[in-house]
């Protein structure tokens, strides 16, 4: 028996590759809809989804496509592939330029070479290395490993923006290739290389996005954990772990339950799991590493309704920048000026036609900016911050009625979320996108194992190894492996798709 803490994608993936290897699971999530990044909500009788927009490695042979036809779900899934000649619009008010950027390597080469000529060369030299530092984690790829003996080249760790200036000398070239940082949470002379490849790579390969909403995935991996025998339990909070002698002995409930198994999982952010127990299990110095280690940035969220045939429906995401320079500190924030860029999309709908139904605009936002309300909850937060929050979602409106003049003429209903909401709503310190930060600073304060002290205790979800709809499942493999046996799953996901 194996008992889960936190029923979002990272838990959820894990349940399900231990189901498949014979364990009985159990899911504890603190919210009444599971999914976590993957939820969807109601709004207007449409079907907004809270995270999961864009999604990579989903091609046939893929990575993340060849564990879900391991998992018996694939077909289950309404996806669809966005556009191969512009996988991403980015448009910069300052010069009226847009950067149309095709999917696959070669073409999005010959793109920028075709947009900054004199730059050719250096463009294939950038592209092919994050290839390379890509194929140096065989795990990413789903090939067996060393048992976790890693060797990588010196960029490896250097910050993505000193690898990107490496090749590039035009400013402005450097500046657009950095426009899928609010994807990974990236940040000057902060974000490794490797997370700045692994993020590239995986959307040039060809995204793709939901259909219908992504509570689908949460659902199909929740319904193989039942057929397994497992339970999936929505809406109790885990409030408590008892560890005895480097073991949990039980955890407990908010409505007062108690669980035992013989291994737990937690697929939560490690401070509130740590918070959860005074147990020595967790040293002083691992509290404290934890404590102080820095969350990504969050995110303010504008959601749009349209009239009927009133905005396109545009099936690629969209990057806005009111300027060059800024790429690489979404972080800094300046109401004056806010926002500097942001992405947004048209999310398709069951039955998508041409015309898009409603939006959505992530606009990078620091949890600081919404500290002053941290002791509110949802609904209750004061009629101030409903003030500032509808005058930063007017601020949005009018980028993008620059951007699409008449755009507000198309509304038929709008409203927002903030960093509280997300910090609400995942559980997750600070709002936090991408949970723990990544910094080549210190990269061992925001290294998290999916081993702990406590013997049969087990971490998962986007705070351990890497973070997104292709690193949590990989984080999942890794989680299940350590208590099944290493490379038993990846030997098995491979074999699966040789036969088949």
Partial sequence: ???????????????????????????????????????SFQYYGLTFETGMHLLGSLHKGQTIDKMLRYLGIRNRLKIIDVDADCMDQI??????KTYRVPQGKEAFIAYFAREFPHQS??????????????????FFYLRPTNDHVFTHNETFMWPADRLVAHFIS??????????????????????????????????????SRFSGGSQQLADALADIIRAGGGRVISGDKVV?????????????????????????ISAIHPRQLIGMTDSSCFS??????????????????????????????????????????HVWNYNDYDEAHWPRGFMYMTPADRQQGSWATKMIVNAIMPYQVVERWKDTRSGHRGKDYETWKEAHLEKIIGRMERLYPGFEATLAHRFASSPLTIRDYYDEPEGALYGLRRDTEN??????????????????????????????????????????????????????????
Avoid: W
Avoid at 299 to 318: D, L, M
């Fill in 1 to 39: 028996m194996n008992i889960i803490i936190g029923g979002g994608l990272g838990g959820l993936f894990t349940g399900a590759l231990l189901t498949k290897e014979g364990h009985k699971i159990t899911i504890l999530e603190k919210n009444k809809t599971i999914g976590g990044g993957l939820q």
């Fill in 170 to 207: 035009d400013p402005r070239l450097r500046d657009v290739l950095g426009y899928m940082n609010p994807m990974y949470g990236g940040m000057e002379g902060h974000t490794p290389a490797y997370i700045h490849a692994l993020i590239n790579v995986l959307y040039i390969n060809g995204p």
């Fill in 240 to 264: 408590a772990v008892d560890i005895n002698d480097r073991r949990v002995a039980a955890v407990r409930t908010e409505q007062g339950h108690i669980y035992t198994a013989d291994t737990y």
């Fill in 91 to 96: 448009t910069y008010l300052s010069d009226g």
């Fill in 284 to 325: 002083k110095a691992f509290r404290t590493r934890i404590d102080e280690a820095p969350n990504s940035y969050s995110s303010f969220c504008a959601y749009f309704v349209f009239k009927p045939e009133s905005f396109p429906y545009i099936n690629h995401t969209c990057y806005f920048q009111e300027d060059y320079g």
């Fill in 121 to 138: 060369h250096q463009i294939r030299q950038y592209v092919e290395a994050l290839y390379s530092m890509v194929d140096e984690i065989d």
């Fill in 443 to 500: 990269i061992a304060r925001s290294q998290v194992s999916v081993y702990t002290k406590c013997k049969n205790l087990f971490l998962t979800g986007q705070n351990i190894n890497l973070h997104g709809f292709c690193g949590v499942p990989l984080t999942a493999v890794n989680t299940a492996e350590a208590i099944v046996g290493h490379n038993v799953i990846v030997d098995k996901i491979n074999a699966y798709e040789t036969k088949n």
